[in-house]
């Protein structure tokens, strides 16, 4: 089986976790803070809250954010239901916004007739790995005194016009689970420029607990406050030792990636049945996916059977959250998106990752053309 996206692990992974299992760190020891470090070095931000996954970085970013009851946020229709579950696991709701035809990403020409007096945040979601037009989005949170909160978890290593993902918006969070541009085994981050914030997710991220010295030296050493009410969202040195090594791979995993879309690219011209994803000029892609639309949406289910049956492992990004049944018994409004709509009826995720080759990507597009032809 082909997948759709798989990890490359290599020897210097594997030594660098062997290494902290030799050690007398296995958690909450050297290799966080380095990992930290680092990721926030690479996307050229101050700060980096490094957490077990991609849903406890969103849901630690919208704490911080004091998301809370009666509060709004405006998202993508087509994103994982994780970027609209934190936002009501903080009491707030999360109010969709129908997509662009071409990046598959938030439409920010509806974003603002979206916007209600309770809207607290804007919370674009890079798709696939390609930005949003966050020139836009920033100017419409300016003017309406809102937060900017990026779901980047697709996004590590993208660029928007010359500038790296992380570091532009409030804040911005990435996913490390294995398909993601790097991986952790689990893993997430949020990335601030915001001390504030930062240190409101550091709290978070351990319960809510601090440690005043001045405190502990009157009454002990082991004296703790907790402050607010926080979470277990703490990561493993094993995992962000992983993750330390996998980060110095990051350009040789994207210029790969540019490669297969490339590759795909030239391919796919002889195959008239698809639509080949939209690249802007302005902005540097993650490729974490590489969607294409079947002409014929009739015929999906049929062509995704087939390439499945041929031992391509494809995949469908995403089934649009208000189509959910939790989402439906809210009330959500099935007939507000067509765009989503049209993008999901008819689309088909096709591997992209590190290790693919050019003759699996052959067999892929061969299988691919006889299924829609």
């Known amino acids: 089986m082909i997948p759709y996206s798989h990890q490359h692990i290599d ?30 070095a690479y996307c050229d931000t101050q700060y980096a809250v490094v957490v077990p996954n991609g849903t406890a970085a969103l849901h ?39 997509i662009r035809a071409d990046t598959y990403n938030i439409d920010e020409t509806k974003i603002e007739a979206l916007i209600s007096e309770r809207t607290k945040a804007i919370v674009p979601v890079h798709f696939g ?25 697709h996004a590590l290593g993208a660029q928007y016009k010359g ?3 992380g570091g532009l ?33 550091l709290k978070l991220r351990t319960h809510g607990i601090v440690k005043d010295p001045e405190k502990q030296k009157a009454i002990g050493g082991w004296y703790y406050e907790m402050e607010n009410l926080g979470y277990n969202y703490r990561i493993t040195d094993i995992q962000c030792a992983l993750g330390y090594s996998q980060l110095s791979k990051l350009d040789a995993f994207h210029a790969r990636r540019e490669e297969i879309a490339r590759y795909y690219f030239d391919k796919l011209k002889n195959v008239p049945g698809v639509i080949p994803p939209t690249l ?46 939790y989402y439906q018994r809210l009330g959500y409004d099935t007939g507000a998106f ?19 080759t050019n003759q699996q990507i052959d067999f892929v597009v061969e299988q691919l053309s006889r299924a829609t032809s």
């Not at 911005?172 to 240190?199: C, M, R, W």
């Not at 067509?338 to 693919?356: A, G, M, V």
């Open 338 to 356: 067509p765009n989503t709509e049209q993008y999901y009826n008819s689309c088909i995720s096709l591997p992209i990752y590190p290790d693919l």
């Open 280 to 325: 802007l000029e302005h902005v540097k892609t993650s490729w974490h996916l590489f969607p294409i639309m079947v002409k014929d949406a009739s015929r999906r289910k049929e062509v995704f059977a087939f390439l499945q049956s041929q031992g391509i492992g494809v995949q469908v990004h995403y089934i649009p959250v208000y189509k959910q049944p």
């Open 169 to 201: 918006s409030d804040m911005a969070l990435f996913s490390f689970h294995p398909v993601k541009p790097i991986t952790t085994g689990e893993g997430g981050a949020i990335l601030t420029n915001n001390k504030q914030y930062y240190d409101m997710m």
């Open 11 to 40: 020897e210097a992974d594997i030594e660098a976790v062997i290494k902290v299992l030799k050690s007398d760190w296995l958690t909450q020891g050297p290799n966080i803070a380095a990992f930290e470090k680092s990721l926030a």
């Open 163 to 165: 500038k790296k993902i």
């Open 129 to 153: 790995g390609h930005p949003c037009e966050m020139e836009a989005i920033w100017a419409i949170a300016k003017k309406h005194s809102l937060l900017v909160i990026e779901d980047a978890c």
């Open 60 to 98: 630690l970013a919208y704490m911080a954010a004091g998301l809370a009851e009666g509060d709004e946020i405006i998202t993508s229709a087509n994103t994982f239901v994780a970027t609209a579950n934190m936002a009501i696991a903080c009491g707030a709701k999360p109010v969709l916004c129908d």
